[in-house]
């Protein structure tokens, strides 16, 4: 049975062992609590969590607040964030509503102070032998990169591919390729971006 990952997974075993718990001149605070509507029996639930930054360096700290409320119903997730940067940010996120494994998200940010907004909408869809994953980014919707990546599996192989093409320019920016393999108690993995960067990992 295959199990196939997304390409930003590809290879994250290895760099977890010195990316993961190494925060230099950084602490970070997490705080979560879940609110539960203990009137009705439904799965729809309030989450809300915080966290913060702070950096020893500068002594700057970047706390932010998170809200999620899921309509279980319609398989909707609307997440709000908001920091001391006032910066409010929204997500939407549609799951499994028009089939089985594919996820649908808009993602939005917004500078009250400036009038500065971006947007994301992004789309996902995995099985057990490949999966898919595309977005479509720019300032203003307007929507200037486009970024898409694909990853098959089969009998523990992985083989990704991830593009970003730039709609203003008409050209390819980002082309990356991804070869692993995953077996019980091992696991190889190399990458090739842009023809100019060559790396692999062994975990």
Sequence with gaps: MCNALTYRDLGKTAKDV?????????????????????????CSRVELSTSSHAYTDTGKASPNLETKYKVCNYRLTFTQKWNTDNTPATKISLENKLTEELKQTLDTIFVPNTGKKSGKLKASYKRDCFSLGSNNVGRDFSGSSIYGWAVLAFEGWLAGYQMSFDTAKSKLSQNNFALGYKAADFQLHTHVNDDTEFGESVY
């Design 18 to 42: 010195f990316n993961e718990g190494y925060r230099f001149r950084i602490v970070k605070r997490d705080l979560r609590a879940a609110l539960r509507d203990l009137r009705t029996k439904s």
